[in-house]
Nanobody, 125 residues
């Protein structure tokens, strides 16, 4: 069983930056897609971004493109989400997820088999 543990959330003002970390329990994640999703109160879980198993291809939601960046450190089994120029609408619980590369769109939750517990990000105006 793969476990993912997120950290790095917090309360910041608009315009600030945060870096979320997600540590995986298994080295096999090197060959997995790694994704970030978020969920605001009363809303459905929303795709944020994903890095493919080739560790070169990344895709982002339009709402975060140019502000958020995903990176990995496979030696540490860790994936990061660097969030810059944060806005109040970025407030949500952020989840990391992993799964085997497949034909399922990486933008959908069902492409992922493993999920972290989430970390809260709150951006004040």
């Amino acid at each position: 069983q793969v476990q993912l543990v997120e950290s790095g959330g917090g309360l910041v003002q608009a315009g600030a930056s945060l870096r979320l970390s997600c540590v995986a329990s298994a080295r096999t994640l090197r060959f997995h897609i790694m994704g970030w999703f978020r969920q605001a109160p009363g809303k459905e879980r929303e795709f944020v971004g994903s890095m493919w198993s080739d560790r070169e291809t990344t895709v982002y939601a339009d709402s975060v493109k140019g502000r958020f960046t995903i990176s990995t450190d496979d030696a540490k089994n860790t994936v990061y989400l660097q969030m810059n120029s944060l806005k109040p609408e970025d407030t949500a619980v952020y989840y990391c997820a992993s799964g085997r590369q497949s034909t399922i769109s990486v933008r959908t939750p069902r492409a992922y088999s493993y999920w972290g517990q989430g970390t809260q990000v709150t951006v004040s105006a």
